[in-house]
């Protein structure tokens, strides 16, 4: 795991939330965080977080691309 790389998540709307699941076999929430309109969240995967899910509409950046979760 390369712990430098980091993700660049901006909110389209109100409300959008970012979730983070858990590393290991236990697969679960462990942390919301919720944006508003505009607002931008700069992550990193860690040894506590494998995954990420976005609920709503924003723009996703990572070292793969840019994907937006609205289309
Ligand atoms: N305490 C969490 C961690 O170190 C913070 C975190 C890092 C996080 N990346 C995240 C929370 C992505 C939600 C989504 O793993």
Redo the contacts with the bound molecule.
């Keep these: 795991m390369d712990k430098t790389d980091f993700f660049v998540i901006k909110a389209l709307e109100d409300g959008v939330n970012?979730?983070?699941l858990t590393r290991g076999s236990d697969t679960r929430f462990h942390?919301s965080?919720k944006l508003d309109r505009n607002e931008v969240m700069i992550?990193?995967?860690?040894e506590?977080?494998s995954a990420?899910k976005v609920r709503g509409k924003a723009v996703i950046q990572t070292s793969h691309g840019e994907i937006s979760s609205d289309s």
């Design positions: 970012v979730i983070g942390h965080e992550a990193q995967f860690t506590h977080t990420v």
